[in-house]
């Protein structure tokens, strides 16, 4: 079984900052992308950054300039910088990993973090 585990979600002031991080643990072979996608009340959940296994970045249009994604992975490990943060951040931030849980595999399936409350007060 494969977990995304996340953790840094918080309350912070607008134009302040926080760092996401999402850990994935379990039977993983290899992992192609992971990222971070988010949902506020009563709107669809939207891709806010992701990051392949090569290195390539996109991000949401909302958020160029000052999110930042990376990733360490010998820790299978993915983060999000988020500066400058506005209250149109606030939402459930969601860890996503797109993998192979097994060498006989026959494509790769995605998983989902629990997701972690950020809010960004006014």
């Known amino acids: 079984q494969v977990q995304l585990v996340e953790s840094g979600g918080g309350l912070v002031q607008a134009g302040g900052s926080l760092r996401l991080s999402c850990a994935a643990s379990?039977?993983?072979?290899?992992?192609?992308?992971m990222g971070w996608y988010r949902q506020a009340p009563g709107k669809q959940r939207d891709m806010v950054a992701t990051?392949?296994?090569?290195?390539?970045?996109n991000y949401a249009d909302s958020v160029k300039g000052r999110f930042t994604i990376s990733r360490d992975n010998a820790k299978n490990t993915v983060y999000l910088q988020m500066n400058s943060l506005k209250p149109e951040d606030t939402a459930v931030y969601y860890c996503?990993?797109?993998?192979?849980?097994?060498?006989?595999?026959?494509?790769?399936?995605?998983?989902w973090g629990q997701g972690t409350q950020v809010t960004v007060s006014s």
């Open positions: 996503n990993a797109e993998l192979l849980p097994h060498v006989l595999a026959l494509r790769p399936l995605n998983y």
């Open positions: 379990g039977s993983i072979f290899s992992i192609n992308a």
């Open positions: 990051i392949t296994n090569g290195g390539s970045t």
